[in-house]
Antibody
Framework: EVQLVESGGGLVQPGRSMKLSCAAS????????MAWVRQAPTKGLEWVAT????????YYRDSVKGRFTISRDNAKSTLYLQMNSLRSEDTATYYC????????WGQGVMVTVSS | DIQMTQSPASLSASLEEIVTITCQAS??????LAWYQQKPGKSPQLLIH???SLADGIPSRFSGSRSGTQYSLKISRLQVEDTGIYYC?????????FGGGTKLELK
């Protein structure tokens, strides 16, 4: 059974950093591109970043470019999202998802950026 | 960026009714379109991929179609468990973009 479990969220002050993790199981992690998608409270879904199966290619939405870094450790079957210079507009539930068809999603982790 | 215009924003329908939700792409995206259902407090679930292909484990009352750059999700006989918010997603190019969502309720 495919499982994606996010961790690392919480309350953080504006301008500070936070790192999210997503532990994958039930499939060969190193064969799949992965992505982060976020959802602000009461809002719709918004793609954030994507990483290729081997980590050689990454893509970001404009609003997070230069502040967020997506990475992966295939030996640990884990996806990461390093978020720096956080802003209030980054407040959202962050989901990791398998990039193929965005076919499997984690349960999500809440990130609240507030002073 | 490709814009996905989803309609209606909300919809109220009766049990067993046929429901249709549409997404209009701002440019050609071929069949690179997926549909998701999201229930309150839960993560999205893939319903349809490649515009018309039913995802594993999804009931056959769900179907997807395409006409040019307009994509539709049809629920043939609405059930209680079908309430929630539905989103389309274009997978043709970066940035991947979602439709604004359709909130489906039972009348």
């Amino acid at each position: 059974e495919v499982q994606l479990v996010e961790s690392g969220g919480g309350l953080v002050q504006p301008g500070r950093s936070m790192k999210l993790s997503c532990a994958a199981s039930g499939f060969t992690f190193s064969n799949y591109g992965m992505a982060w998608v976020r959802q602000a409270p009461t809002k719709g879904l918004e793609w954030v970043a994507t990483i290729s199966y081997d980590g050689s290619s990454t893509y970001y939405r404009d609003s997070v470019k230069g502040r967020f870094t997506i990475s992966r450790d295939n030996a640990k079957s884990t996806l990461y999202l390093q978020m720096n210079s956080l802003r209030s507009e980054d407040t959202a539930t962050y989901y990791c998802t398998r990039y193929n068809n965005f076919d499997y999603w984690g349960q999500g982790v809440m990130v609240t950026v507030s002073s | 960026d490709i814009q996905m215009t989803q309609s209606p924003a909300s919809l109220s329908a009766s049990l067993e009714e046929i429901v249709t939700i549409t997404c209009q792409a701002s440019q050609d995206i071929g069949n690179w379109l997926a549909w998701y259902q999201q229930k309150p407090g839960k993560s999205p679930q893939l319903l349809i991929h490649s515009a018309t292909s039913l995802a594993d484990g999804i009931p056959s009352r769900f179907s997807g179609s395409r006409s040019g750059t307009q994509y539709s999700l049809k629920i043939s006989r609405l059930q209680v468990e079908d309430t929630g918010i539905y989103y389309c997603l274009q997978r043709y190019s970066n940035p991947r973009t979602f439709g604004g969502g359709t909130k489906l309720e039972l009348k």
